[in-house]
């Protein structure tokens, strides 16, 4: 049985049907936005029999149960949405546009072409009509909110419509009277006998254009999933502002008086706080997106629904598929929704907690947003028992292997469904480790490569020295430490170690000095005094300073934690310093990721832009 349909309908019955509320809009179409020019356009294509496109309808009940409204311009206290038989899905601005100039006797709210909101009513010149479509362009007019046109900066009236006789006079017809002539027509023999014979001529060319124009229709059955009419409603709505999953998940909870927005966001009035704030008091959970919690939601109901289809025994097809993709998240039920909600949130706190544990402190610090979801779900599940050594150490090495191996970049929505069920069966002494640490690789030429601070590597990397208890240079404090307190001083950020003015004094190459190798963290205070000096003359500098006072021995020991060979940085023997700092690097990486990196002659991928200080 077709889930759609397609047929024609008259115009007039179809606007009728708006105006008495049996068709209305989803709550999750935007507002309209058609401005002037477009509308007189639209006038001009039906007044001459051209196509306008057709409409997209959708039997209202089902599974598609949106909260629903009127097209703007009627009173939504006047419409039950009870009422609604039908709702727009594509011809929102085209039929709203037409209900307002050919149905409503107020003004249209629309706006010019530079984005100025305009009141417009709509007319059309009789006689310029008669000379023929060609001219019909010239002939529909708009008029401002006094129905007249006015020239000379406002000063002079151009054209007076405000009252009837005024339009009889000057042989204008209104548009808002094109179908239901009977009383203008009365008015205009009571006015002119003559001019009324011309008008008529008038009226079979044009008017009746209008009377007996059809629209094609396209007609969604009731019987269509929720997610699909929200694709569906993606795929047609290209002229319009794209709507995100979440706007059409809140549609949908809408229906069942939830206001998602309100979940999120809080409401003040109520005293609400919302999802947002709370996971914000986390620092590490500020970039958090709707849509991410969202993903983390679904990936938990479907994850929860297989379980249950395996216990029952069902196999094949019959067994859910977890998954966080698009279509997945739209057809998320509200009960779901309930009872997950919470849950997650805990779920993304104990993730802060293991990445503070990693040594990630900011937003800035986290290498993919985007992994934060499966493991906030996973998280979720195990509760406390993610502290344990043995579940620890497992989460770290999926993580450590994500980052590095920079495989939570793109489309992602797979390989969180895989993740999570992998590592779950993982942890619960499964002999397979999951999908992301087996196609985890890291190059050793990657190192050399790595410039751009927004790649995901990058930053694992930068974290990776902190973790080690990297101390500064000049407060000989561990990062952790610096990170606890607000002095701009104490600021850390990614630094050179043979500075860049050094380096290109020896003209070495810019591709070379600026990759991760030569970099790694070091407060405002320690970059300061570094300048561009050569490392042996800094390292004297700030053993000297009187707030450090720290002999060879002292400082060689911080530069260790920072993965630096002491030896060859007071050498100034940039070279070594390199070879033995990618050495020291691959050692850890191959600790966090659990494997053995293998050396290969195959192309490093060079980041897209080299980043100097």
């Known amino acids: 049985m077709s889930n759609f349909d397609s047929t024609k309908k008259r115009l007039a019955d179809l606007l009728r049907d708006i ?334 907690k293991f990445l503070r544990r990693e040594s990630f402190f900011s937003t800035n610090d986290l290498p993919y947003r985007t992994q934060l979801v499966p493991l906030a779900t996973v998280l979720a599940l195990l509760g406390d028992r993610w502290l344990q050594p043995g579940i620890y150490h497992k989460l770290a090495c999926w993580y450590w292997c994500g980052v590095l191996g920079e495989l939570y970049g793109g489309a992602v929505e797979t390989r969180m469904a895989l993740d999570l069920q992998d590592l779950l069966q993982w942890i619960d002494g499964g002999d397979q480790e999951p999908t992301t640490i087996r196609d985890a690789n890291f190059q050793p030429g990657r190192l050399e490569t790595l410039r751009a601070r927004t790649s995901a590597a990058y930053k694992g990397i930068n974290v990776l020295v902190q973790r080690q208890g990297a101390k500064d240079f000049f407060w000989n404090s561990t990062i952790r430490d610096l990170e606890e307190t607000d002095w701009e001083e104490r600021k850390l950020d990614i630094h050179h170690i043979f500075p860049k003015k050094w380096c290109e004094e020896r003209r070495i190459p810019a591709g070379r000095y600026n990759s991760i190798l030569n970099k790694t963290p070091i407060s405002y205070k320690a970059n300061r005094m570094i300048g561009g000096n050569a490392p042996s003359a800094y390292l004297k500098q700030l053993q000297q300073h009187e707030h450090v006072q720290l002999d060879d021995v002292g400082m060689d020991v911080i530069l260790e934690t920072h993965c630096i060979a002491p030896t060859f940085l007071r050498a100034n023997d940039f070279e070594s310093f390199m070879a033995a700092r990618k050495r020291t690097l691959l050692t850890k990486i191959e600790a966090v990721m659990g494997k053995t990196i293998v050396l290969s002659d195959e192309a490093v991928p060079e980041d897209e832009a080299d980043e100097d200080e």
């Open 19 to 352: 105006v008495s509320g049996k068709i209305q809009l989803p709550d999750f179409q935007r507002g309209w936005v058609w401005k002037d020019e477009g509308i007189r356009a639209l006038l001009v294509s039906i007044a001459r029999a051209f196509p306008i496109g057709a409409v997209m309808l959708l039997e209202s009940g089902g599974d598609t149960h949106f909260k629903v409204r009127p097209v703007e311009g009627l009173d939504r206290n006047s419409i039950s949405p009870n009422e609604a038989e039908q709702l727009i899905l594509d011809g929102q601005q085209r039929l709203t546009s037409l209900t307002q100039v050919l149905m409503l006797n107020q003004p249209v709210e629309t706006r010019s072409a530079t984005g100025k909101p305009l009141k417009r009513y709509y007319y059309i010149d009789i006689e310029r009509a008669l000379e023929g479509p060609e001219y019909y362009d010239e002939a529909i007019i708009s008029v401002d909110a006094g129905l007249t046109v006015k020239e000379n900066f406002g000063r002079d009236i151009k054209l007076d419509l405000s009252t009837r006789e005024k339009e009889y006079e000057n042989f204008y017809f209104p548009c808002n009277r094109i179908l239901d002539v009977n009383e203008w027509e009365k008015g205009l023999v009571d006015y002119n006998r003559d001019q009324f014979f011309r008008y008529m001529e008038f009226r079979g060319k044009v008017i009746e254009a209008f009377q007996n124009y059809n629209v094609p229709i396209i007609e969604l059955s009731k019987d269509n999933k929720k997610e699909a009419v929200c694709l569906v409603f993606e795929k047609v709505n290209t002229g319009g502002v794209p709507l995100s999953v979440f706007e059409l998940v809140t549609a949908t909870y809408a229906a069942d008086n939830v206001n998602l927005r309100d979940e999120w966001y809080g409401n003040e009035q109520e005293g609400t706080e919302g999802i947002y704030r709370k996971l914000a008091r986390q620092r590490l959970l500020r970039a958090v997106e709707q849509t991410d919690f969202l993903q983390g939601l679904t990936l938990l109901h479907t994850y929860e629904k297989r379980q249950k289809d395996l216990l029952e025994g069902r196999t094949g097809k019959q067994v859910t598929g977890v998954s966080a993709k698009r279509e997945a998240v739209l057809s998320l039920p509200l009960h779901a929704y309930q009872n997950w909600k919470n849950k997650l949130v805990d779920g993304f706190w104990e993730a802060a």
